[in-house]
């Protein structure tokens, strides 16, 4: 089992940035990818960006591509979520999750609230 917790959300202002943190302990050693996601009040969770744990190979949802960037520390096992130009439509919970390969992700985090004011 992987823990996982999140941090960095916060207020920010249309344009601004943030920069959320995923520190994992337990098996991460299980985990051959990781991800954000996010859910905003009355919607379905969605795909946010993921990368892949060894490799470092990211991949983005079309509405933060270009903005957000994905990347991993392995010695410090960490996920972060560089978010520039943010948009008031940004604004959600925003979730870790790891997968093992050929596995669904799963091992959330708690979450942390990032709202844009416009």
């Known amino acids: 089992q992987v823990q996982l917790v999140e941090s960095g959300g916060g207020l920010v202002q249309a344009g601004g940035s943030l920069r959320l943190s995923c520190a994992a302990s337990?098996?991460?050693?299980?985990?051959?990818?990781m991800g954000w996601f996010r859910q905003a009040p009355g919607k379905e969770r969605e795909f946010v960006a993921s990368i892949t744990w060894a490799g470092g190979n990211t991949a983005y949802a079309a509405s933060v591509k270009g903005r957000f960037t994905i990347s991993r520390d392995k010695n410090k096992n960490t996920l972060y979520l560089q978010m520039n130009s943010l948009k008031p439509e940004d604004t959600a919970v925003y979730y870790c999750?790891?997968?093992?390969?050929?596995?669904?992700?799963?091992?959330w985090g708690q979450g942390t609230q990032v709202t844009v004011s416009s």
């Open positions: 999750a790891t997968r093992a390969a050929g596995a669904d992700f799963g091992s």
């Open positions: 337990g098996r991460t050693f299980s985990s051959y990818a």
